[in-house]
T-cell receptor, first 113, second 113 residues
Framework: EDQVTQSPEALRLQEGESSSLNCSYT??????LFWYRQDPGKGPEFLFT???AGEEKEKERLKATLTKKESFLHITAPKPEDSATYLC??????????????FGTGTLLAVQP | ETGVTQSPTHLIKTRGQQVTLRCSSQ?????VSWYQQALGQGPQFIFQ???????GRGNFPPRFSGLQFPNYSSELNVNALELDDSALYLC????????????FGPGTRLTVT
């Protein structure tokens, strides 16, 4: 069964204290791995797509990396406005399959000033 | 470019009633997916519509049904509401059904009493 596990469940950082969030996955044929940010009561906001092992993408203080078993979201010198839940999702299956997203339960990040 | 919109924002219904939620996809997108997000959980895939036909369904009973219209907007209908249907319902649009990013709307918060 396709599965996505995120850790830690919650993370509290001081402003400027860099860290990483983990997303491990077990899928039958990875078609893409996605990172989203979600603020309370709102819809997920798209951040990154990664397609193959070794791929990296950056946006401001965020950098996402991908291996064959997991992905990391590195946060460099975070600010309080980076506080949110970060969701990881995968698309799995082979040609013709629906592009449904399978989500993890997220990491709740709190950055204190 | 217009983003994904959903209506209504909030809704309170009684157990056994029926509800219809609406979604307008992002301009240029022809595929709509619906997700249910319970508190503290990641979104769960309900179903996807492409070219006005259902193109994949998650583990949800038949009382969850949907429609997609020629302008790519969509509806989610839930009959015989149960208390466990209380959740944030998210609509996501994407271009085609391949490994493309899905962009989410703000969601509809449904409370069943």
């Amino acid at each position: 069964e396709d599965q996505v596990t995120q850790s830690p469940e919650a993370l509290r950082l001081q402003e400027g204290e860099s860290s990483s969030l983990n997303c491990s996955y077990t899928v039958s044929g990875l078609r893409g791995l996605f990172w989203y940010r979600q603020d309370p009561g709102k819809g997920p906001e798209f951040l990154f797509t990664l397609y193959s092992a070794g791929e990296e993408k950056e946006k401001e203080r965020l950098k996402a990396t991908l291996t064959k078993k997991e992905s990391f979201l590195h946060i460099t010198a975070p600010k309080p406005e980076d506080s949110a839940t970060y969701l990881c999702a995968v698309q799995a299956g082979y040609g013709g399959a629906t592009n449904k997203l399978i989500f993890g339960t997220g990491t709740l990040l709190a950055v204190q000033p | 470019e217009t983003g994904v919109t959903q209506s209504p924002t909030h809704l309170i219904k009684t157990r056994g009633q029926q509800v219809t939620l609406r979604c307008s996809s992002q301009s240029g997108h022809n595929t709509v997916s619906w997700y249910q997000q319970a508190l503290g959980q990641g979104p769960q895939f309900i179903f996807q519509y492409y070219r006005e036909e259902e193109n994949g369904r998650g583990n949800f009973p038949p009382r969850f049904s949907g429609l997609q219209f020629p302008n790519y907007s969509s509806e989610l209908n839930v009959n015989a509401l149960e208390l466990d249907d209380s959740a944030l319902y998210l609509c996501a649009s994407s271009f085609y059904t391949g490994s493309y990013e899905q962009y989410f709307g703000p969601g509809t918060r449904l409370t069943v009493t």
